[in-house]
Structures are given as structure tokens and as C-alpha cells.
């Protein structure tokens, strides 16, 4: 049972390069986050989705993009790679129905960007 | 969306029992809170997760007062393993879109359990 699938795990970007954060999901989850969490602190939400083709910006949106054309996969992208978005990622996903409906993380993709 | 306080860290022995407690003034009427734990180099992990009074399950206990305005979660006999960061999070179980498009986990409590 995989859960949810981050590639890759380590990164290094140079200013102003693009990438693309993959994140793949096995339990049919309908919504699907990203976070970014920097030293020390808590996680930030950047985009989340409430299924295929549906999404929307968290807190910090600025400098990603995303999309949800499958139910399994929420790719983030960066387009124009900046220092301040040197962090570790972390996508999630769960289920908005009923009461006890946590969040499964991946293990997250550390990105330095110099 | 409710803004939660926590402890920076707490340092505990193995075989205490831990108890770290999470501030949440305004929490709103639909709002659960949960818990998670994340290990270093790992994505947090659910714990526990309660609207009001006690939930107890096989790793923690949850005690919610009856204003809601604070929770406290209690390891019980911790062990090495169990150093982590601990975090609050409160929220409305419908999904993001009740929270606001905001779901905060804020700093989170940095356990170190020593031997």
C-alpha cells in the first residue's frame, strides 16, 4: 500500500530554472494538498484540490502552479525558481466526507535553489 | 480558521507521560481538532483526532474542556521514539473549503525524549 508518492526526494535548482514536483496518490482520495514547510516551522498551504480538474490557492500560492487532471496525480510546478523557495514540499491527500479524515503525507521533497 | 498555540518544546524521560496542550480560542462550532506527529525527514502523521470531552485510542489521549477553547494532548509512558513535533491542527471535517482555504498547522511542539 503505497499511499501518497513523492518524486523526486532531493532537488537542486538554479535561480530562474523550472521544475516539476510529482505527487501520485493510490486511495482515491478526492482532495489533495501542497505544502511547503521551511526550517523550524509549520507547513504552509500553497494549492490544494477537491478532485480532477478542480483547484484553488492556500496561503502561500505565489511562484507555483498546479493541476489535477487524474484523481491520482497533483503535480506542483515552479516556474521561475527563487532562493525563497528553498524548502521541503509535502503533498497530501484525504477524503472530505465524515468525521475522522486525516491527512496522508508523502515524505515530502527537500528543494534548495541557489 | 481557528489560530492554535502550542509550546515551543518540551523535554520529557521515557516512561513519562507527556501532556502538551493547544490553545484555540475561537474555534467555531463545526471545527475537530487533530493531531499529528512528524518525524524528521518525514511528512506528519495523524494521531488523533476529537470534537469534545476524551477520545483514547492505542498511541495518545485526546481531553477537550467543555469551552473547546484548549485540548491537550497525553502520550503515555513515552519512549525515544516518541521524540517528535507534535502538531495542533482545527478545522471543520466538510473539507477546506468550510476552512476558508486555509488550513495552518502552525509551529507545532518540538518533543525530545531522553533517556
Known amino acids: 500500500n503505497a499511499g501518497v508518492t513523492q518524486t523526486p526526494k532531493f532537488r537542486i535548482l538554479k535561480i530562474g530554472q523550472s521544475m516539476t514536483l510529482q505527487c501520485t496518490q493510490d486511495?482515491?482520495?478526492?482532495?489533495m494538498y501542497w505544502y511547503r514547510q521551511d526550517p523550524g516551522m509549520g507547513l504552509k498551504l500553497i494549492y490544494y484540490?477537491?478532485?480532477?480538474?478542480?483547484?484553488d490557492k492556500g496561503e502561500v500560492p505565489n511562484g507555483y502552479n498546479v493541476s489535477r487532471s487524474t484523481t491520482e496525480d497533483f503535480p506542483l510546478r515552479l516556474e521561475l525558481a527563487a532562493p525563497s523557495q528553498t524548502s521541503v514540499y509535502f503533498c497530501?491527500?484525504?477524503?472530505?466526507?465524515?468525521?475522522?479524515?486525516?491527512?496522508?503525507f508523502g515524505d515530502g521533497t527537500r528543494l534548495s535553489i541557489l | 480558521l481557528a489560530k492554535t498555540t502550542q509550546p515551543i518544546s518540551m523535554d520529557s524521560y521515557e516512561g513519562q507521560e507527556v501532556n502538551i496542550t493547544c490553545s484555540h480560542n475561537?474555534?467555531?462550532?463545526?471545527?475537530?481538532i487533530t493531531w499529528y506527529q512528524q518525524f524528521p525527514s518525514q511528512g506528519p502523521r495523524f494521531i488523533i483526532q476529537?470534537?469534545?470531552t476524551k477520545v483514547t485510542n492505542e498511541v495518545a489521549s485526546l481531553f477537550i474542556p467543555a469551552d473547546r477553547k484548549s485540548s491537550t494532548l497525553s502520550l503515555p509512558r513515552v519512549s525515544l521514539s516518541d521524540t517528535a513535533v507534535y502538531y495542533c491542527?482545527?478545522?471543520?471535517?466538510?473539507?477546506?473549503?468550510?476552512?476558508?482555504?486555509?488550513?495552518?498547522f502552525g509551529g507545532g511542539t518540538r518533543v525530545l525524549v531522553k533517556p
Open positions: 475561537n474555534i467555531a462550532t463545526n471545527d475537530y
Open positions: 497530501a491527500s484525504n477524503h472530505p466526507a465524515g468525521t475522522h479524515q486525516p491527512q496522508h
Open positions: 484540490s477537491v478532485g480532477a480538474g478542480i483547484t
Open positions: 491542527l482545527v478545522g471543520d471535517p466538510r473539507g477546506i473549503k468550510a476552512a476558508g482555504n486555509k488550513l495552518t
Open positions: 486511495m482515491n482520495h478526492n482532495y
Open positions: 476529537g470534537y469534545k
